[in-house]
Each structure stands twice: as C-alpha cells, then as structure tokens.
C-alpha cells in the first residue's frame, strides 16, 4: 500500500450528471462530460469540457447549478429563478445536505 496521495482525485454521483468535479491539492475543477452534436463533428466522440476551478465544495457545487440552470433560455425571471431554485433543491435533497 502506497502512502503517496494521488495528484487528481474525482467525485463523481448521479444526481450531479453530466457533470463531475476533479480535485487536486489546490483546487477543485467542475467538468462536464459532453457529447458533439453529429452536425458539428465527425466523431461524435464524448469528451470533457471544464466548466470552472474553485477552491471549495460549495463554490464547485454552486456551479454546477448555474451552469445547468445557463444551459436554455427562459420566458421570464421567475422561471429562471425557480428552474434555480428547484436544481438546488433537487442536488441537496439526492446528497443530503
């Protein structure tokens, strides 16, 4: 058993899909996994993209939420805020905060 720390470590869970958070000694790292619209590439492949680096859980987890709450286009402000609202919700109640 190694007693070396390894350099990148990850958290991954279900209810934070598509994306995930990598974390070193300095930083965690919110990434998002996403696969190309075939319109836009031959390959089709996944890939990773970074949404953000934070120096702590809450601030990577917080987001995630406005990245996934950024990610369509609302009719009003209070759909946007209530979309918020419930993705918040929806992330705390699966982890349990």
Known sequence: MSTEKEYTRFITDPSMEPYF??????????????????????????????????????????AIVKDKTNSKSYDSLKEYINEYNDTITLLTEKINF
């Open 21 to 62: 958070i990598s974390m070193d000694d300095n930083c965690m790292t919110v990434n998002i996994k996403v696969t190309p619209d075939s319109r836009y590439s031959d390959s089709g492949k996944e890939y990773t993209k970074i949404v953000g680096h934070y120096n702590n859980l809450s601030g990577a987890l917080k």
